[in-house]
């Protein structure tokens, strides 16, 4: 667990608010409670952490504040809570990316396994994009020519059949090879594909 | 003046004045005297008839017959007419012929023998008489031709008449009931109601738009509306009783099924209602439940850190067991919003065809704007089905609205349900729409919860729908390779395939 992890509850019902406070911060969570989506959003945006919100709330309900959250590019896991009526919008939560749906009232270790999985969701999420940009950063250093090589070493084609592809020798694929590797800090071939793959990920909106 | 019964002037006035026609003829049959009266009768003038024979006035075969007739009478004395008088026709110049009553009186002038004829036309009479008969037959044509049972009774309630209608409503011949006590037809435990009619018939009162029951021929009951009315004599007894009856059968069977439907309705609606209100308060109370939990188990963890003192271990375990008591209450809530939602099933025997064709009138009852053509092709043969009747209307129900949802934009609106035997111990009911029908990617995960293609779908409907047919030992598929739209099949046991596997 890491003390940087913020928990971001959303829930118009102050008691219901203030228990999940409670609750979050015995299990050593750092916690922001709102009272509304909009006061939410008002908010500096979140980096990290897991955005807890009920689903049925006035103005914005907690379905609305999902979209809002992708829309915006927020990279944050959600966890809906519903009441028991609301099955259908939780399914429409859980369509748009949703992490979990919790009915009201939980059992405490349903909803801080709950957490957890999140946490570790959007941690996973935001390693990968920084080996993407990290990635794209060593890409980004290529000439258009290794980027054509190096598309046909993804590509999984041999030195051979890459010269023929691209009209030139073996040995000149071997030479920017050699060069793409060096810039990309790649120890290997797979290492190097990998790296490439990584680069070409795209980050969704919500985890 | 005393009037000389002798004097011609008398006869004359006699001859002239006499309404009825007077001829007179000798033996040969000779016209002598043709009074004013007759020209009248007859067309003739006297000057026309007087000195020709009589048989002038007389249609075939008086015509032919009556020299010969004559003749006779001067030889052998048979007489015919003469002194006695009898109905004959006559004919008129115009040849027409008109009824008439002939005396006629025998005497002696100068030693000859005369006949004094006296005609009176009976030809106004007998049209009176045709025309009554005419009239007797047309009313005796309408009571027979009714729709509506009409017979007639004495004051003892024995049967004087039985038109068409009552016989084929009741099922009696007409010989069968005429002569016979009307009870035949009354309800052992309507009999005194009969009493109670005649009763008050005779007092003179009439009973109208009377609804009872009454029995056919085969035993079976038959809802009458009933309007009875005195019959009276020529001089105004009360004699009989005559009954105008209607078979309302159908009538009350149509009102009774509509009401049922209404009922089932409003049991529909009381339960989703009740649903609302379920979940409305389930809402309310889960958001201080959770907050109870919240609480309980964030006091549970602060407590742990405290320390592991047996006090300390103590209270932890109590809130344990709070928490775990606002999560039973939760559950209490959530079973009961399902016990709301599923009410407990009871399995009886149904005619499948009459459940399919109510839960189209429900189907169609919150659908009458959206023009959708209904047709329904059930099998009479089918045996009956072991279902809770509410819970399959329910699937049928949803298939129907979705069918009906599912065709709003669509240029034909064709719903067609229909019903067959399906293999050895089953019956199935097909549910098919003309609407667009449903994407392959849909079809694939149609009965999973939460698969829609609505906008408003919650996607728990079809699902639904499955598990109530499976809990019925059936199947429900979507038929593929349809020509067009979407069909549904609901595959069911039957009652006594059930039967046989217990």
Known sequence: MSTEDVIFVIDDDQNVRESMRALLESAGYKVKDYASANAFLADKPPRSGCLISDIRMPEMDGLELQEEVARRGILIPVIIMTGHGDVPLAVRAMKAGALDFLEKPFDDEAMLGSVRRALEVGRQKQDEMAEARAAQELLALLTPRERHVLDQLVAGRSNKVAAYELGISPRTIEIHRARIMDKMNARSLSDLVRTALAATRMAGGTV | ?502
Request: net charge negative.
């Open chain 2, 1 to 502: 003046m005393p009037i000389d019964a002798a004097s011609d002037a008398l006869f004359s006035a006699l001859i002239a004045t006499a309404v009825d026609g007077i001829v007179v003829i000798d033996a040969r049959g000779v016209v002598q005297i043709y009074s004013p009266a007759c020209e009248r009768l007859f067309g003739y003038s006297p000057d026309e008839v007087i000195g020709k024979n009589v048989k002038l006035l007389m249609p075939q075969p008086f015509h032919g017959e009556h020299d010969q007739y004559l003749a006779n009478y001067r030889s052998t004395g048979e007489r015919r007419i003469i002194g006695i008088g009898r109905e004959v026709m006559g004919r008129r110049k115009d040849l027409t012929t008109f009824p008439m009553y002939l005396s006629v009186g025998e005497g002696e002038v100068g030693g000859e023998a005369i006949f004094v004829g006296i005609i009176h036309d009976l030809s106004t009479l007998r049209a009176a008489e045709r025309n009554r008969e005419a009239s007797d037959r047309h009313l005796a044509n309408i009571v027979e031709s009714s729709d509506d049972i009409i017979l007639s009774k004495t004051l003892d309630g024995v049967v004087m008449s039985w038109n068409a209608a009552a016989e084929r409503i009741f099922g009696y011949a007409a010989g069968e009931m005429i002569g016979q006590p009307i009870s035949g037809i009354i309800p052992p435990d309507r009999l005194s109601e009969e009493d109670d009619i005649l009763r008050r018939v005779r007092a003179g009162e009439h009973i109208s738009h009377y609804e009872t029951v009454r029995r056919h021929k085969d035993g079976r009951d038959i809802i009458v509306s009933l309007s009875v009315s005195p019959v009276r004599d020529a001089d105004g007894r009360i004699v009989g009783a005559s009954k105008i009856a209607r078979d309302v059968t159908e009538q009350r069977k149509t009102e009774n099924k509509a009401a049922e439907l209404q009922f089932e309705l409003l049991h529909v609606s009381r339960l989703s209602a009740m649903g609302q209100m379920t979940a409305a308060i389930a809402h309310e109370v889960n958001q201080p439940l959770t907050a109870v939990a919240n609480y309980v188990s964030a006091a549970r963890r602060v407590i742990s850190s405290l320390g592991s003192d047996a006090a300390a271990v103590k209270a932890r375990d109590f809130m344990e067991k709070a928490a775990e008591q606002a999560l039973r209450a939760g559950a209490i809530i959530r079973n009961l919003r399902d016990f709301v939602e599923k009410r407990e099933s009871q399995h009886i025997p149904h005619d499948l065809n009459k459940v399919v064709a109510e839960a189209v009138a429900l189907g169609l009852a919150g659908a009458a704007h959206v023009d959708v053509k209904v047709q329904l092709d059930l099998n009479s043969t089918l045996a009956p089905v072991l279902i809770d009747k509410i819970q399959i209307q329910q699937v049928l129900l949803n298939l129907i609205r979705n069918s009906i949802e599912a065709m709003a934009g669509a240029s034909e609106r064709e719903l067609v349900l229909s019903t067959a035997p399906d293999g050895p111990g089953f019956v199935a009911v097909t549910v098919a729409d003309s609407g667009p029908g449903l994407p392959d990617e849909v079809a694939a995960r149609l009965f999973q919860p939460f698969t829609t293609t609505k906008e408003q779908g919650m996607g728990i409907g079809l699902n639904i729908c499955h598990s109530i047919v499976e809990d019925h030992g059936g199947r429900i598929w979507l038929l593929p390779d349809v020509p067009r739209g979407t069909a549904f099949r609901i595959r069911l046991p039957l009652a006594s395939h059930i039967e046989d596997s217990i």
